[in-house]
């Protein structure tokens, strides 16, 4: 964990099909990742490699009145952890 740093406070950054859609911190999530963590390994085993999909701070979708279609491709970056990226099908 140490190379991390502090989850609580990390940069996040999502894009859909290349256009900034958010750049936030881990600080504004409604739920920690400690708290979603917690949540998460009472219904489940949580085993190295898993990904939590924890959502992301406010600003996309219903916000914005712009929802994802397919064929969109949404990155996700978050600061000492990586990159991950999806594209969208029907």
Not at 58 to 66: F, H, L, P, T
Not at 85 to 90: E, R
């Amino acid at each position: 964990m140490s190379e991390i740093g502090d989850l609580g406070n990390l940069a996040i950054k999502l894009w859909v099909n290349d256009e900034l859609m958010q750049d936030s911190s881990s600080s504004n999530l409604i739920f920690s990742v400690a708290e979603q963590i917690s949540h998460l390994s009472t219904r489940l085993t949580l085993r190295p490699g898993d990904v939590i999909a924890t959502g992301t701070p406010a600003g996309c979708g219903a916000a914005r009145g712009r929802f994802l279609k397919p064929g969109d491709q949404v990155r996700v970056w978050v600061e000492t952890v990586g990159e991950i990226s999806n594209t969208f099908t029907a």
